[in-house]
């Protein structure tokens, strides 16, 4: 085979390989984020390689990158996972969202245009719309991309992705489902931030910003909860 093609084809397996690593990152982390997977949920590297029709290898290497997003813990001897987060560092992650987001109001209320609230305004009437409805799935990943296209929009990509993970973890933490009527406050609270945005009144949309979240820790964070065990049942709407 030809140097070039021999590249080209090297090049090709590791672009199939990366691939499919990130589908099951991206697998791993919605079900996360969506609670199926529960913290301490096992994660079977021969049962997920079989889920995706992949090698173990690319599986091992999805683990490894959800383990440095502190989403995964891989033990010795044990196998890897779902992250538990101890009450201690619970309450440090929604500190730390806590002054991120401060600053994400002060910086979108300074930079956001015409569009951006546009943009934001479309998210909320998707938010309205699903929490309506009895759609855990939809509700918790649109929640938290409310945070998240802020700072898209304002295209500081840095804290989109660092807010990304800190909701990722955050989604650990929530140890139970939420309610249909605390997602529906949770959502109403986002349309109180935005019209204190929309004014330009950064001083009340921080209070507010503040206080969602401090309700969101104080509401969610030591309740039980339940999700599946199944490994397939749980990623079997990522799979291919």
């Known amino acids: 085979m030809p140097a070039g093609k021999a590249l080209s084809a090297v090049a090709a397996a590791k672009s199939t390989t990366g691939d499919s690593t990130q589908t099951i990152v991206a697998a791993i982390t919605g ?117 998240v296209l802020m700072a898209e929009r304002i295209g500081n990509h840095v804290l989109a992705q660092i807010l990304s993970e800190l909701i990722s973890r955050c989604a650990l933490i929530t140890l139970m489902y939420q309610s249909s009527r605390a997602a529906q406050h949770s959502s109403d609270e986002h349309v109180d931030i935005l019209k204190a945005l929309e004014a330009r009144d950064a001083p009340k949309a921080k209070a507010l910003m503040e206080a969602h979240l401090l309700a969101t820790e104080s509401s969610l964070l030591y309740h039980p909860r339940t999700s599946s065990a199944d490994l397939a049942q749980a990623l079997g709407s990522y799979a291919a």
Not at 116 to 142: C, I, P, Y
Request: glycine residues 6%; proline residues 3%; hydrophobic residues 45%.
């Open 31 to 147: 079900a996360i984020i969506e609670h199926r997977l529960a913290p301490g949920a096992k994660l079977t590297e021969q049962k997920i390689a079989a889920i995706y029709g992949v090698s173990r290898t690319i599986v091992r290497q999805a683990l490894f990158q959800l383990a440095r997003d502190h989403l995964v813990t891989l033990e010795p001897a044990r196998g890897a996972f779902v992250a538990q987060p101890s009450v201690e560092e619970a309450q440090q992650v929604f500190a730390v969202r806590r002054m991120l987001e401060q600053h994400l109001i002060e910086a979108f209320c300074d930079k956001a245009t015409a569009s951006d609230f546009r943009a934001m305004r479309a998210h909320l009437k998707q938010e309205q719309a699903v929490v309506g409805r009895v759609d855990v799935t939809g509700r918790t990943r649109l929640l938290g991309d409310f945070h």
